[in-house]
């Protein structure tokens, strides 16, 4: 239990404060001189130090200063109780440290209440409970007074509710007993204030109703009740009902130390008049105030801004500052404009009151009034003020409350919107594992399908050439006289025989094209071909028919076409097709031109133009359908299955192309085969020499998967580069602008998705080709997040080389090259040799190009020592070393033979070089 | 005398076409309908006279037809340098290279061109002529 120490050198306010200490349960000593206090306080320290200033021996400032700098008793609650009632000792106190300054004369109630708060601070009292009844029947208290302290409670009352308030601040008992029925305020909303305060929120109630007003507790639980007693009923209900209330407060609440709100009220009262100040604060302490008086505007001001007040009362006349300009600055100030204001003056005047008003005062009191009017209007506007702050304490409590909901109902929206987040995905995944599944099926089935499609045709290909064997050739037998000759009837008829057998054959050929085409059958086997080759043998073929047929026939075709990836037999095949269309519905006499144009970076055009009979109008659409042959012009009945247009457009139509058709009837037709240059047709190595240096990064983290994708990329010829993470990967695309990339989807730091959707958000690498390598079979979402292709491990050579081609990669293969080694210098040469089986096409090595040969070559390496003499052209020849000879264009430097794609590369170049010399 | 040509064709016109193109040109032929006969006829030449020096095998035969009778062929020393030729009437894309992947020397596709086929037998039978494969 905490002991207080009172120091004062008056007898009565000494013997006052201990007893009044005591009452409550509180141990206090007394101490006349600063010297007897610090005895004391060397020998224990007590909870609290009330401390008069005026000492015989000293300022009680001095010992408050000393306390506060002893770390020992920093904290000590002291409380400063003057007669100094002015404002700079006030001021002082609290600036020193004061926990609570108090004016003489006191007011006990308030003073002790305000010393338990501070008590409460720094310790629990383990007191026998206290319990405080409003009520304003005497008898009723008395009675209550004796049942509870025979019951060892400790007791208190009140007569009304507002003293009740007060005291319940005061004091801070553990319960309190309010009577419904009260004069001024009602019990019921004594209950609701108590439970508005922060520091009285916590203590139990119990309601009070007399035993006639039925259902009158109803209001006091709305307010807040704990519980309700009749009135004279059984007195051990009352004390089983308290004991109940106590132990459930016990433990679970220690009891709020937050300052009430509605303990004893400081009032401060600004005025130049001295007397009218003394009498005013005379009158008010007599009510309980605590009241701290100002001469001055400016030292009302000084006091506010160290010490809150509960109301102002200020002069209105005053030298100096005056009362308008005093009040117009504290209602300037925010943390203490809401303080009631009530002006005072002297005279009655209208106008002043007027000022007053507008200055922002809340009330205008003459000083002529009875004092009795002053505090009447004094406490309505501090219960004005207490209305207010009770209102704004609900309206806080309420939006708290309503925030705490708002959070709820949002935590659970969105815990609901999560959950069905999840069920939706749930479902989605579901449909889609369903839809998968389904286009699995679908796609086995289809592959099914396409396997017995393909098996038919390969059986019913194998079926009709075998009879067609025997028919040709032995009509060919015939034909040929082998086996004696023939009288011109027999040779004219074998001849039908033999032609109508070769047409027969013809039209097997073509529908089998067809329905391989159909069936996605026919694969296109793509190369870099120089379009010279492609004309040059449609060309050959085409001219011996036109001559035939006595039709002039000549190529149109520019200088430097470009190299074509494409299909050359296939495209070889569109072309004869279409050359021998020309040839044969153009009469004797007749013109076809092949015309061959460039548009550079678009595309390919190459037209055949004939004068023939051309086609009309409303066949130009039929032409190309498969089966759907158009009505003769002119009596020419055109020979042929009407398949070969059809299959024609759809071999273009599978290198990205399409064949357009002009005619005029009676004019001619030109059918145009657009080669496009930009979908991979186009060969961008060899018109962007730059590109074709930079290399193909290749992002695997494993160290035997990139090393197998490096070989396979550097015997395309291509350069390559690794990256092992998605960090690596980044950066490397950075600084070395690769040509192409290819990314492994499993990377330890993030994966591959993450990669490729990086690269495709800058604008620098949007249309960098990436094929994904990978051993996820997720085609679909790679392709989907931008990859240009999309390849499953294991991958083949063939494949990632095809890929990386289609992406306009300049891929150089050389992997069916026969290739000869010739020379001496065994080292060099050998490493030759091994670099270039490495590439995987066959090389051997001799002595001499003589032997070199014998073994009809495709390309000849030959020692820095060995002449080149003798070699016939179209094969390729590449000098290895760095000395040259004369006639020499390619050639390995041995640090050349380091880079396998370099070595591809000139082969390559080599090769394409031999075959493009005119033969 | 050793007869230099083999031929593996269950087709009996096919087969006499071929034999016929052969006879024009005068060279012998050893034929035979399916795997087994061929593999006895091939048995049952003399112990040290020389096998024949190409052998035109059909695919599709009984026995197996040509793919069989070559892995036998590949398999026995004293054939070792026959020179096989795929003669079939499978011609879709990737058959030639089936069959040359297989082991075949040379592959002809049927229909036959009477003209071609005599031109490339007589670049078969020619000793001289051997690839370096």
């Not at chain 1, 047409?503 to 071909?529: F, H, M, T």
Request: glycine share 8%.
């Amino acid at each position: 239990m905490s002991r207080v120490l009172v120091v004062d050198d008056s007898l009565t306010v000494r013997m006052d404060l201990v007893e009044a200490f005591e009452s409550v349960g509180i141990d206090a000593e007394p101490c006349a001189s600063l010297a007897e206090a610090r005895r004391s306080l060397a020998a224990s320290l007590p909870g609290l130090v009330v401390l008069d200033v005026q000492l015989p021996d000293g300022s009680g400032f001095d010992l408050l200063a000393e306390l506060r700098q002893d770390s020992a008793t920093r904290d000590l609650p002291v409380m400063i109780l003057s007669s100094e009632g002015q404002v700079d000792s006030r001021i002082r106190g609290v600036q020193g440290g004061a926990s609570e300054y108090v004016g003489k004369p006191y007011d006990t109630t308030w003073l002790i209440g305000r010393a338990r708060e501070l008590l409460s601070d720094v310790d629990d009292d383990a007191d026998a409970p206290l319990v405080l009844a409003i009520d304003d029947s005497a008898t009723q208290r008395a009675m209550l007074s004796y049942v509870l302290t025979q019951a060892g409670y400790r007791f208190a009352s009140a007569e009304t509710g507002e003293e009740g308030l007060r005291l319940a601040a005061a004091l801070r008992p553990q319960l309190i007993l309010v009577d419904g029925m009260l004069p001024g305020i009602q019990g019921a909303e004594v209950i609701r204030r108590l439970r508005m305060d922060p520091g009285l929120r916590q203590t139990p109630c119990i309601y009070l109703t007399g035993s006639y007003d039925g259902g009158a507790e109803i209001p006091a639980f709305d307010a807040g009740a704990d519980s309700f007693l009749e009135k004279d009923g059984d007195n051990t209900v009352l004390l089983t009902r308290i004991g109940a209330l106590l132990r459930r407060m016990d433990g679970a609440a220690t009891r709020d130390a937050a300052p009430s709100s509605m303990g004893s009220k400081r009032i401060l009262a600004i005025d130049d008049s001295l007397t009218y100040l003394q009498a005013l604060a005379d009158e008010l302490r007599d009510e309980g105030y605590d009241v701290v008086t100002a001469s001055s505007g400016a030292e009302g001001l000084a006091l506010l801004s160290a010490q809150p007040v509960d109301c102002i009362l200020l002069d209105m006349i005053m030298p100096e500052m005056s009362g308008e300009e005093t009040c117009q600055r504290i209602k300037a100030d925010a943390s203490i404009r809401d303080i009631p204001l009530i002006f005072l003056t002297a005279r009655e005047e209208r106008e002043a009151m007027i000022a007053g008003i507008k200055a922002g005062a809340d009330d205008y009191i003459p000083k002529s009034a009875d004092f009795d009017v002053l505090k009447a209007r004094l406490l309505a506007q501090l219960r004005r003020k207490q209305y207010e702050d009770e209102n704004r304490q609900f309206r806080e409590e309420l939006l708290r409350r309503e925030m705490e909901a708002s959070e709820a109902r949002a935590a659970r929206e969105l815990a609901e919107t999560r959950a069905r987040l999840l069920a939706d995905l749930e479902a989605k995944n579901a449909a889609l594992g369903d839809a998968n599944e389904a286009l699995l099926r679908a796609k086995d089935a289809a592959e099914q399908q396409s396997r017995y499609k393909s098996r038919f045709l390969a059986n019913m290909s194998h079926e009709l050439r075998t009879p067609m064997n025997a028919i040709i050739g032995f009509s060919e037998l015939l034909e040929q006289e082998l086996f004696g000759t023939l009288n011109d009837k027999q040779k004219e008829y074998v001849g039908h025989v033999v032609s109508s057998a070769h047409y027969l054959l013809n039209l097997i050929n073509d529908i089998l094209d067809l329905s391989k085409v159909e069936a996605g059958k026919i694969e296109l086997r793509r190369e870099l071909v120089p379009m010279e080759t492609v004309i040059g043998v449609a060309e050959t073929v085409a001219a011996p028919l036109a001559s035939k047929r006595q039709v002039a026939f000549s190529v149109d075709c520019p200088d430097d076409l470009p190299a074509l990836y494409l299909d050359p037999t296939r495209i070889k095949q569109v072309l004869y097709n279409l050359l021998s269309n020309a040839i044969k519905f153009t009469p004797n006499g007749g013109r076809v031109v092949m015309r061959v144009e460039v548009e550079p970076e678009v595309e390919v055009r190459i037209a055949v133009e004939d004068t023939g009979v051309g086609i009309r109008e409303e066949d130009l659409d039929r032409l190309f359908k498969e089966f759907e042959q158009i009505e003769p012009i002119g009596g020419v009945k055109p020979k042929g299955t009407g398949l070969g247009l059809a299959l024609s457009q759809r071999l273009v139509h599978m290198h990205n192309g399409h064949i357009s058709v002009r005619s005029k009837v009676g004019e001619g037709s030109t059918f145009t085969v657009h080669l496009p240059l930009s979908a991979g047709l186009g060969a961008p190595g060899l018109a962007d020499p730059e590109r074709r240096e930079r290399p193909v990064l290749v992002v695997d983290d494993d160290p035997a998967s990139a090393e197998l994708i490096v070989g396979y990329l550097q015997s395309g010829g291509l350069p390559t580069a690794v990256a092992s993470t998605a960090r690596e990967a980044m950066q490397r695309v950075g600084a070395l602008q690769p040509q192409a990339v290819t990314l492994d989807v499993r990377l330890p730091d993030e994966d591959g998705w993450s990669v490729l959707a990086r690269l495709r958000q800058e604008a620098a690498t949007a249309e960098l080709p990436v094929v994904i390598v990978s051993m996820l079979d997720e085609p679909n979402r790679g392709l989907l997040l931008g990859a240009s292709d999309y390849l499953v491990k294991p991958v083949t050579r063939a494949g990632l080389l095809d890929a990386l081609a289609m992406l306009g990669c300049a891929v150089a293969r050389v992997d069916d090259t026969r290739v000869v080694v010739v020379g001496r210098s065994a080292p060099l040469l050998e490493r030759a040799a091994a670099r270039v089986r490495g590439v995987g096409c066959p090389a051997t090595r001799l002595d001499d190009v003589a032997a070199a040969l014998a073994w009809s070559p495709d390309c000849l390496l030959l020692g820095p020592e060995v002449h080149a003499t003798g070699v016939p052209e179209g094969i390729a020849v590449v000098r290895l070393g760095t000395r040259l000879h004369d006639g020499d264009r390619h050639h390995l430097s041995p640090e050349d033979l380091e880079e396998t794609h370099r070595v591809v590369r000139v082969i390559r170049a080599a090769l394409d070089d031999a075959t493009q010399e005119p033969a | 005398m050793t007869t230099p040509v083999l031929l593996l064709e269950d087709d009996p016109l096919n087969r006499r076409l071929v034999c016929e193109l052969l006879s024009a040109m005068e060279v012998d032929v050893l034929d035979a309908t399916g795997v087994d006969e061929a593999w006895e006829k091939l048995q049952a030449l003399e112990p040290d006279a020389p096998a024949p020096i190409v052998g035109l095998l059909d695919i599709q035969t009984p026995g197996g037809g040509g793919l069989a009778l070559l892995e036998r062929i590949r398999a026995t020393p004293r054939l070792a340098d026959m020179r096989l030729v795929a003669l079939t009437a499978y011609a879709m894309p990737g058959d030639e290279s089936r069959f040359l992947e297989a082991g075949f020397d040379d592959y002809m596709s049927k229909p036959i061109d009477t003209r071609a086929f005599m031109t490339a037998l007589r670049s078969w039978l020619d000793p001289g002529n051997r690839g370096g494969a």
